[in-house]
T-cell receptor, first 113, second 111 residues
Framework: GENVEQHPSTLSVQEGDSAVIKCTYSDSASNYFPWYKQELGKRPQLIIDIRSNVGEKKDQRIAVTLNKTAKHFSLHITETQPEDSAVYFCAASRVNRDDKIIFGKGTRLHILP | GAGVSQSPSNKVTEKGKDVELRCDPISGHTALYWYRQSLGQGLEFLIYFQGNSAPDKSGLPSDRFSAERTGGSVSTLTIQRTQQEDSAVYLC?????????FGPGTRLTVL
């Protein structure tokens, strides 16, 4: 089955700098890669996702890149702000098969003032 | 309802008691997941329901845990003979092909 590895487990960046979180997946048939943000005491919420037919997707300060050959995808947050402090989870699934979504173990992002 | 709901929001029980946690998914969502999240930890997959298929129970940690989904909608997670290590937030999520929507969770405390 699918396995998703996420790094780093913890990341601290200065406010205004960029943050990058990386994930790898094992199943080459996976075609949907969402990222979830979980703020302290709240439920995870989708912030951006990418399908396997594109290599990059942007939404304001966040972007996700996908390398199908290497089977890895990354979340990029630019001009980080205090409200970006949270736990971020990557995930992978085969959406057209309704297969179970597999999450990475999460990255705790700290934005330092 | 606009989103996934769970009840109760908090449950305190004594070791050895049984508990039932309820999840109301978004109407029309065919997939339903249960996760467990301990303080500061990640999402531990418990069980996955998809339409009329047999559920994927591969994440249930012991036979004290069980879940059912009636009529393809509401789901109940049952923990029998609760132990202190069962204390955690139990999250339910539903989806239809893509985005998962999470419920607010049930915080279970076993004394």
């Amino acid at each position: 089955g699918e396995n998703v590895e996420q790094h780093p487990s913890t990341l601290s960046v200065q406010e205004g700098d960029s943050a990058v979180i990386k994930c790898t997946y094992s199943d080459s048939a996976s075609n949907y890669f969402p990222w979830y943000k979980q703020e302290l005491g709240k439920r995870p919420q989708l912030i951006i996702d990418i399908r396997s037919n594109v290599g990059e997707k942007k939404d304001q300060r966040i972007a996700v890149t996908l390398n199908k050959t290497a089977k890895h995808f990354s979340l990029h947050i630019t001009e980080t702000q205090p409200e970006d402090s949270a736990v971020y989870f990557c995930a992978a699934s085969r959406v057209n098969r309704d297969d179970k979504i597999i999450f990475g173990k999460g990255t705790r992002l700290h934005i330092l003032p | 309802g606009a989103g996934v709901s769970q009840s109760p929001s908090n449950k305190v029980t004594e070791k050895g008691k049984d508990v039932e946690l309820r999840c109301d998914p978004i109407s029309g969502h065919t997939a339903l997941y249960w996760y467990r999240q301990s303080l500061g930890q990640g999402l531990e997959f418990l069980i996955y329901f998809q339409g009329n298929s047999a559920p994927d129970k591969s994440g249930l940690p012991s036979d004290r845990f069980s879940a059912e989904r009636t009529g393809g909608s509401v789901s109940t997670l049952t923990i029998q003979r609760t132990q202190q290590e069962d204390s955690a937030v139990y999250l339910c999520a539903s989806s239809s092909l893509r985005e998962q929507f999470f419920g607010p969770g049930t915080r279970l405390t076993v004394l």
